[in-house]
T-cell receptor
């Protein structure tokens, strides 16, 4: 079975500061890794995904994530956040041919 | 590309009535569609997986007679909440993916259901 743990339920940060949203996973098989963003009362938008290859993945809106197999982590980073980045962020894993499994979400709150 | 729409975006209904929610993939053929439920401040809970032309596979604890899913074409899936009750009030989100095991799920904007 697979599981996803987002280590922080809430992350407050000031505008233009860097941010890291942490995600750890557990799986006995190879998985694909995803980060999604959800703005209030909206669906999920794909930020980035790791399927294979380079462990550093760049996504939309200036976000990037690094797959660390030994630490089973897939942390999301942005060097300088904007007010508009305020949203809920979900890390997810998917075993090949299997279901998408979500973490509990991290609420990013960017303050001026 | 990879746009998924849902209709309606919100609906209010009386207890005991049925509500149908549509999920459409606008620019790709979706072999598989997924229906999720999300409670406030919580993550997404997978309700069922539907493949075009076949019966949906429901997750444990989800009543298939209450949440009817139809995936009649490669671009349309519907979720019907039958005899809705206030506890069915929630945010329902669909997603769609293509034909390979690496295909990403693309999510719709969600439907807010309120049962009075």
């Amino acid at each position: 079975a697979q599981s996803v743990t987002q280590l922080d339920s809430q992350v407050p940060v000031f505008e233009e500061a860097p941010v890291e949203l942490r995600c750890n996973y557990s799986s006995s098989v190879s998985v694909y890794l995803f980060w999604y963003v959800q703005y209030p009362n909206q669906g999920l938008q794909l930020l980035l995904k790791y399927l294979s290859g380079s462990t550093l993945v760049k996504g939309i809106n200036g976000f990037e994530a690094e797959f660390n197999k030994s630490q089973t982590s897939f942390h999301l980073r942005k060097p300088s956040v904007h007010i508009s980045d305020t949203a809920e962020y979900f890390c997810a894993v998917q075993p090949r041919g299997g279901k998408l499994i979500f973490g509990q979400g991290t609420e990013l709150s960017v303050k001026p | 590309g990879a746009v998924v729409s849902q209709h309606p975006s919100w609906v209010i209904c009386k207890s005991g009535t049925s509500v149908k929610i549509e999920c459409r993939s606008l620019d790709f053929q979706a072999t598989t569609m997924f229906w999720y439920r999300q409670f406030p401040k919580q993550s997404l809970m997978l309700m069922a997986t539907s493949n075009e032309g076949s019966k949906a596979t429901y997750e444990q604890g989800v009543e298939k007679d209450k949440f009817l899913i139809n995936h009649a074409s490669l671009t349309l899936s519907t979720l019907t909440v039958t005899s809705a009750h206030p506890e069915d009030s929630s945010f329902y989100i669909c997603s769609a993916s293509g034909q390979t095991s690496t295909d990403t799920q693309y999510f719709g904007p969600g439907t807010r259901l309120t049962v009075l």
